[in-house]
Nanobody, 116 residues
Framework: QVQLVESGGGLVQPGGSLRLSCAASGFTFSNYWMYWVRQAPGKGLEWVSS????????DYADSVEGRFTISRDTGKNTVYLQMNSLKPEDTAVYYC?????????WGRGTQVTVSS
C-alpha cells in the first residue's frame, strides 16, 4: 500500500518550534515533488511549501517565508518541515502530499496547535 504518514505535531507556545515529518511507504518518493498543505480550523486548504525531487529548489507561502524550512531525505524516504517562530495563526492540521501520474496522494495530517 502506498501512503504518507505525517508526524511531529503537537502543542507549542508562540515563538516555539516544531519539526514535522512525512514518511512515505510503499514507493520511492525521490522522483516526486513533495508539498506541505495545511488546514486551519474552519478554513480551507492552504499551500505551505514545496520541494523538488533533488531538494535543491524550495518554495514557501508568504505567510511562512523565513520561518519554515522544507527538506527531504531520500535515504529515509521522508520529507520534513522545520517550523520556527510559530504563531497562533499557524495552528492547523498539516498534510504532506505528492502528485502521482493518476492522482494526488495525501497523508492523514498532523495537528499543530500554537497557543499560550
Amino acid at each position: 500500500q502506498v501512503q504518507l504518514v505525517e508526524s511531529g505535531g503537537g502543542l507549542v507556545q508562540p515563538g516555539g518550534s516544531l519539526r514535522l515529518s512525512c514518511a512515505a511507504s510503499g514507493f520511492t518518493f525521490s522522483n516526486y515533488w513533495m508539498y506541505w498543505v495545511r488546514q486551519a480550523p474552519g478554513k480551507g486548504l492552504e499551500w505551505v511549501s514545496s520541494i523538488n525531487t533533488g531538494g535543491g529548489r524550495t518554495d514557501y507561502a508568504d505567510s511562512v517565508e523565513g520561518r519554515f524550512t522544507i527538506s527531504r531525505d531520500t535515504g529515509k524516504n521522508t520529507v520534513y518541515l522545520q517550523m520556527n517562530s510559530l504563531k497562533p495563526e499557524d495552528t492547523a492540521v498539516y498534510y504532506c502530499n505528492l502528485q502521482f501520474p493518476a492522482r494526488v496522494l495525501w497523508g492523514r495530517g498532523t495537528q499543530v496547535t500554537v497557543s499560550s
